[in-house]
């Protein structure tokens, strides 16, 4: 379909038509490709901000499940390193009694002791490991939920920006007052 005839099957034109009213009609396309213009522009803009904030939703769903589960397995982790040192503390001892050391002596005492020392440090620097992840993991989800709050701001404020720009063309007589 050719130009002229999309005109005139819109009504906007006819055959008949005068350069006045041609005018007219092309004033009245005009206004109306500009108001569906605005219309997009507020509903890409709309959209970017619902879109935006979905990411950032599940951004930070993610790092919210990511938490759980590097909890859990720095949980696991010092359960094992436990057990590795009471192994090796049993092993330690089976050895100090083959070899007929009293386990009750000084010297299998402070072996146990040093042994349980570094039992207890390894597990606190497995735990102080994990609450540091933690805690720059919480400072992340904070941040993706700041994104999200900002995403659908700034989808409101853009459109609202690009409604109020596009308002004194689209409706030239908006803010006017009219003395009766």
């Known amino acids: 379909m050719c130009f002229p005839a999309f005109i005139s099957a819109l009504g906007i034109g006819g055959a008949g038509a005068t350069a006045a009213g041609a005018t007219v009609a092309a004033g009245t396309a ?16 709309l959209y970017q901000g619902v879109a935006g904030a979905r990411a950032a939703r599940d951004q930070e ?37 083959a070899r007929g050391v009293q386990l009750d002596s000084p010297t299998a005492m402070l072996l146990g002791e040093t042994a349980a020392r570094e039992m207890s440090f390894q597990s606190q620097a497995t735990r102080s490991e994990a609450a540091a992840r933690d805690s720059e993991l919480a400072v992340a989800q904070r941040g993706a939920r700041a994104d999200r709050l900002s995403s659908m701001l700034k989808g409101v ?3 609202a920006d690009s409604f109020l720009t596009a308002a004194p063309d689209l409706w030239p007589g908006l803010g006017e007052r009219r003395l009766a």
């Open 30 to 45: 005009g206004g109306w490709l500009q108001t569906l213009g605005t219309i997009i522009s507020v509903g890409g803009s």
């Open 61 to 97: 769903r993610a790092i919210a499940d990511q938490r759980a589960t590097e909890a859990n397995l720095a949980a696991i982790k010092d359960q094992r390193e436990r057990r590795k040192f009471g192994s090796l503390i049993r092993l330690q001892a089976a050895e100090l009694a």
């Open 157 to 159: 404020f853009t459109a």
